[in-house]
């Protein structure tokens, strides 16, 4: 039988979680993670923890945390008070500071928050976005009206690696098993459950029946 275009997607993904899976990672209580989370704090705690500067070094540190923690990693930032977006905008911030540090050194005035919104664009366009001959305008915009700046300058998304959609589907799915357990506690707990609701978990049921014969 010949496989279509969705059954070599999910063969794709599969090989991607498994080949992260394969990979060797510390686990939480590692010396060089704990290293990691005592200089992550010391900067939380700092004053200037909203500076640009301080910003990129958390996202330094989150990288490096990252690469050590592989999938534990999420669970990680939020046990040190950080939510998943906050993260990647301080390590979108570092990897802009790597690459073209002439910018934040010339741009740091304008704030973290803007730089935020700076790295969700190309990098090619960032040039374009920083006009010298309108620094004092730029610094002067509001989030709001540098947001409609960049927006301009917004190309289209790159497509998804396996890598990445392996991963944002195992978020999900971690997501779907909670709300799943939870259902199931209230369930035995109730002293009726609605037809309504039942039909919708049968339905969910078969479906997931179904992806379990196109993964087979």
Sequence with gaps: MKRGPT???????????????????????????????AKIETLQLQKNRDEV????????????AR??????????????????RTA???MGVSA???ARPDLLRDWKE????????????????????????????????TDVEFFRLVDK????????TPIQLANGYRSRFRTWREHLDGFEAWVKESDEVPAGLVEE????RARILELDALLA
């Design 7 to 37: 059954a070599k997607a999910g063969k794709v993904a599969r090989q991607a979680v498994e080949s992260e899976t394969a990979a060797e990672y510390y686990p939480p209580d590692h010396p060089r993670v704990a290293s990691l989370a």
């Design 53 to 64: 500067e301080t910003v990129a070094e958390l996202g330094s540190l989150l990288e490096k």
């Design 96 to 98: 802009l500071a790597a």
């Design 88 to 90: 990647y905008n301080y």
């Design 67 to 84: 690469d050590l923690l592989g999938p534990a990693f999420t669970e990680w930032i939020e046990e040190r008070g950080l939510s998943r």
């Design 153 to 160: 300058q917004r190309g289209r998304r790159p497509e998804a």
């Design 201 to 204: 978990y049968v339905a969910l």
């Design 110 to 141: 304008m704030g973290a928050s803007k730089f935020y919104m700076l790295t969700r664009v190309a990098a090619n366009r960032w040039d374009r976005i920083l006009k010298p001959e309108h620094q004092e305008k730029i610094l002067r915009m």
